[in-house]
């Protein structure tokens, strides 16, 4: 079993210093930065928890239950009941769900300490792969077009520095590690990561 670890170790450590070489940011690279900040997790979408070293009580993941938009939420609740700094993790679309101006509100007025990171994919990834499972050979799929599940780009997280917050909009994987260690140092961070349209 212990071999069996190590190798899977290994393969990440490979699998991370490929995605460092590419030109685009994959979503897995991303998760693996976000991991190493070693901060309690609150995830709706799209970190990969395989690509960090998590103690007990360190990540908070989707309920069973619907819930778009709670990780925000969750994450101010949970930094504001203990004081400690929180990370949530969410895509473009759950993002809005969130209801971030309110969230921005709330942080101003009654504390927390939150650094939201966004994987951008432009638009919402899972009901683009639900209508390519339900119609495998449907138009949608052929012309790599899902009306209403794909976004325009924005920079959705700028408007918190309407609320004193810290934003930064990043590219590629250069930019991830050194963003991310400027968000940890304001009380209300967004950090948005245009990725790669996969998993």
């Known amino acids: 079993v212990r071999e069996a670890h190590r190798e899977q170790e290994r393969k990440k450590v490979e699998e991370v210093e490929k995605y460092k070489k590419m030109k685009t940011i994959h979503p897995r690279l991303l998760s693996y930065y976000v991991g190493k900040l070693g901060l309690?997790?609150?995830?709706?979408?799209?970190?990969?928890?395989?690509?960090?070293?998590?103690?007990?009580?360190q990540y908070f993941a989707d309920p069973g239950f619907g819930h778009l938009?709670?990780?925000?939420?969750?994450?101010?609740?949970?930094?504001?009941?203990?004081?400690k700094k929180v990370v949530v993790t969410v895509g473009d679309g759950s993002f809005i769900f969130g209801v971030p101006e309110?969230?921005?509100y709330a942080v101003a007025t009654y504390g927390g300490d939150v650094l939201v990171?966004?994987?951008?994919?432009?638009?919402?990834?899972?009901?683009?792969?639900?209508?390519?499972?339900?119609?495998?050979?449907?138009?949608?799929?052929?012309?790599?077009?899902?009306?209403?599940?794909?976004?325009?780009?924005?920079?959705i997280g700028e408007t918190v520095k309407s609320f004193?917050?810290?934003?930064?909009?990043?590219?590629?994987?250069?930019?991830?590690e050194e963003s991310l260690k400027e968000g940890l140092k304001h009380k209300l961070s967004v950090v948005q990561v245009i990725v790669d349209k996969t998993r």
């Open 117 to 155: 990171v966004i994987y951008d994919n432009g638009g919402w990834l899972a009901s683009a792969e639900a209508v390519d499972e339900v119609f495998p050979e449907g138009l949608a799929k052929a012309k790599g077009e899902y009306p209403g599940a794909d976004f325009r780009r924005y920079n």
């Open 164 to 176: 004193g917050g810290y934003y930064k909009l990043i590219e590629s994987p250069e930019e991830i």
């Open 40 to 57: 309690t997790i609150f995830n709706e979408y799209q970190f990969n928890p395989r690509y960090a070293k998590l103690g007990f009580g």
């Open 69 to 83: 938009g709670w990780a925000i939420g969750g994450g101010f609740g949970y930094s504001l009941a203990t004081g």
């Open 102 to 104: 309110a969230f921005y």
